[in-house]
C-alpha cells in the first residue's frame, strides 16, 4: 500500500528548531508536488510550504525566513525544517502530494496522517 508517513514532531521550546519528514512508503516510481499543511486546534488548515517536482519552493509569509522545505528524491521524502519556532507554530502538520506515480497508476492527493508540532513559551 502506497502512503504518506510524517515524522519528526514533539514539543520544543520557543525559539527552538525541529524538523519533520514525509516519507512516501510502497511501490513507487516518482512523486509530484509536495505541499506541508498545518492545522491549529479551532483553526483552519492553512498551507505552510510547498516544492514542486523540479524543485521550486514557496513559503506562507507566516513561515517565511524560518522555514526550509527541502526533497530527497532516491528517498522519496520532503523535509521541512522549521527554525526560530514560535508558540504560534503549535499545530498539526500534514503533508499532501499532488499524485504519486506507482506502477498500478497514479494515486492522487494523498495526505499522511499528520504529526504534533508543539512549541513552549
Known amino acids: 500500500q502506497v502512503q504518506l508517513v510524517e515524522s519528526g514532531g514533539g514539543l520544543v521550546q520557543s525559539g527552538g528548531s525541529l524538523r519533520l519528514s514525509c516519507a512516501a512508503s510502497?511501490?513507487?516510481?516518482?512523486?509530484?508536488?509536495v505541499d506541508w499543511y498545518r492545522q491549529a486546534p479551532g483553526k483552519e488548515r492553512e498551507l505552510v510550504a510547498g516544492i514542486t517536482s523540479g524543485g521550486t519552493t514557496s513559503y506562507a509569509d507566516s513561515v517565511k525566513g524560518r522555514f526550509i522545505i527541502s526533497r530527497d528524491y532516491a528517498k522519496y521524502s520532503v523535509y521541512l525544517h522549521m527554525n526560530s519556532l514560535k508558540p504560534e507554530d503549535t499545530a498539526v502538520y500534514y503533508c499532501n502530494a499532488d499524485y504519486i506515480a506507482t506502477p498500478r497508476g497514479p494515486i492522487f492527493g494523498p495526505w499522511g496522517q499528520g504529526t504534533q508540532v508543539t512549541v513552549s513559551s
Open positions: 510502497g511501490s513507487i516510481i516518482s512523486i509530484g508536488s
